[in-house]
């Protein structure tokens, strides 16, 4: 009895048993890897019909993938093949975080932007072939999930290969023009393999109003020649601050100053 896996065009045995050989087992186990394999039945009255071989792959990788099948060798020294299974393999999906340009702030996870300013979101992934990159996005004090369809530059696929099992790798941006100051989006870069949802990636936009800083034009006052008060006529500068803040404006003055 023999276990055969297809290699190129041909079946190979991996693993024979013959319990009437003095030496019954063989393998023959891919270069380098250290498989298991268990051998019972074929002895005795009460399992002399009936034998097994079971092969245990370890530490399982994309090469294992192929055509196996059993094959016994009957006392008329003819053979029978069990119809071959295919065993399947998928590549290791890796989902990176968003990252973000223009980002703001310590966490990587949150950042504080101005209202009108354009960002953009790049996800990437690598798996097999069938993943998908989706982006998402929710408002703070609103409920449901919303699809963002547009600005998406979809996923690019690199790195391609003619065997089923290859890593693929898969870019994908999101450019956004920022609106409503005085909110929060989180947007939410989404991985799925043949449409069901594999892993997500999020980060929290917090939108706030630009500070400016502007200067007052220089101004004359008219004064008299009381004492504590100015005996010419003097230009002054007022020097301003004007502060917006999500969207309440806040006006105050620093100083005056003669000249």
């Known amino acids: ?100 340009s223009p980002h703001k702030g310590n966490d990587p996870y949150s950042s504080t932007n101005v209202y009108g300013e354009n960002i953009t979101l790049t996800c990437r992934a690598s798996g097999p072939s069938s993943l998908q990159i989706l982006w998402n996005y929710t408002v703070v004090n609103r409920t449901g999930e919303n699809i963002q369809a547009s600005n998406v530059i979809p996923a690019r696929d690199a790195d391609a290969s003619s065997s089923t099992c290859s890593t693929i790798s898969f870019t994908s941006a999101l450019v956004v023009q920022l609106q409503e100051p005085g909110n929060s989006i989180t947007y939410y870069c989404i991985v799925s393999d043949n449409g069901v949802e594999q892993s997500r990636r999020n980060v929290t936009i917090h939108i706030v109003l630009s500070s400016t800083t502007t200067n007052i034009s220089t101004t004359t006052l008219s004064t008299n020649n009381n004492a504590g008060t100015c005996n010419t006529m003097r230009p002054m500068k007022m020097i301003c601050f004007l502060t917006c803040v999500s969207a309440v404006m806040r006006f105050s003055i620093l100083s005056f100053n003669y000249w």
């Open 1 to 100: 009895m023999s276990l055969l896996r297809k290699v190129s065009l041909n079946f190979e045995i991996i693993a024979s048993y013959d319990p009437f050989d003095p030496i019954n087992t063989t393998t023959n186990f891919p270069s380098g890897r250290q498989w298991k394999v268990y051998y019972t039945g074929g002895q005795g009255f009460s399992n002399r019909i009936t034998m097994k071989i079971v092969v245990t792959v370890v530490n399982y990788q994309c090469t294992d993938a192929g055509l196996y099948k059993c094959q016994v060798l009957s006392s008329q020294a003819t053979t029978h093949d069990t119809y071959p299974v295919n065993l399947t393999a998928k590549s290791q999906i890796n989902h990176t975080n968003i990252i973000m």
